[in-house]
């Protein structure tokens, strides 16, 4: 194995080499750049720093600002949308109660028109006893219904072709036999207008009656034979006698 041991004796006596002035001043100068450099570093550091805590106010004034301003419009949005649904409520039940009232008001209107006409219409009732008697509860219903006039006769008017707008025959309240009412009945038409209106009041089925209604010889008649059906053909048949009054060419 070779020694060297002689080798290590040289090395260790070998006296350091002293560095020289040039590389000892390169070496200052050197580390006083690292020290401005760090000592730049540093300072931009807390520049950087410092910026980027003013950005993060700066951004947070901006989002409240935001957030302030999106209240108040938003805000705004949601009062203009409840103020338009609450106007577009009001007139649609501001239609519907105009549609209802004008509706009432039209019904009314004719109401009172069908109410106006039988104040025009005037009645005769004829109760054929040939002498005054009470007059009968029907007559007094005909009386408050409102006509214009309800008058009661005893006797078939002796007046022949008298225009009336109503006259009712009463053969309940004085019965006759059939071959009277076929008399009596032919009697009455024969002294009416062919533009009077004719109601027969009699009870149950009468067979003069019928053939009355087949004989065609006057145009306009009804028969009742209770006094709901005596009132209900009153007023229907004044709307028939004022159409008459008005209608030259019927």
Same mark, same amino acid.
């Given at each position: 194995m070779p020694d060297f041991s002689y080798f290590s004796l040289i090395v260790a006596q070998t006296p350091p080499t002293p560095t020289s002035s040039p590389d000892l001043e390169l070496?200052?100068?050197q580390m006083e750049f690292l020290k401005d450099a760090n000592s730049q570093l540093t300072e931009s550091f807390n520049a950087f720093i410092g910026t980027?805590?003013?950005?993060?106010?700066?951004?947070?004034?901006?989002l409240g600002i935001l957030g302030i301003v999106g209240t108040f419009f938003y805000g705004k949005t949601l009062n203009d949308i409840k103020q338009s649904v609450d106007n577009m409520v009001d007139q649609?039940?501001?239609? +519907?109660?105009?549609q209802t009232i004008r509706a009432k008001v039209d019904y009314l209107q004719?109401?009172?028109? &069908?109410?106006?006409?039988?104040?025009?219409?005037?009645?005769?009732?004829l109760l054929p006893t040939n002498q005054r008697v009470r007059p009968p509860q029907e007559f007094k219903l005909l009386q408050k219904r409102g006509f214009q006039d309800v008058k009661i006769h005893y006797q078939i008017p002796a007046s022949r072709r008298r225009s009336l707008d109503i006259l009712v025959l009463d053969l309940v309240n004085h019965q006759l036999p059939d071959s009277e009412i076929v008399t009596v009945v032919n009697q009455v038409i024969d002294n009416l207008a062919p533009t009077s209106i004719l109601i027969v009041y009699v009870s149950?089925?009468?067979?003069? +009656?019928?053939?009355?209604?087949?004989?065609?010889?006057?145009?306009?008649?009804?028969?009742?034979?209770? &006094?709901i059906t005596l009132i209900s053909a009153a007023v229907n048949c004044a709307y028939v006698a004022d159409a008459l009054r008005q209608g030259d060419d019927l």
């Open positions: 070496i200052k100068q980027l805590n003013l950005a993060f106010v700066l951004m947070g004034i901006f649609e039940v501001n239609r +519907i109660v105009s004719k109401v009172l028109e &069908r109410e106006e006409v039988i104040g025009w219409i005037t009645i005769d009732y149950g089925i009468s067979p003069a +009656i019928d053939e009355f209604k087949k004989s065609n010889k006057f145009e306009y008649y009804t028969v009742a034979n209770n &006094r």
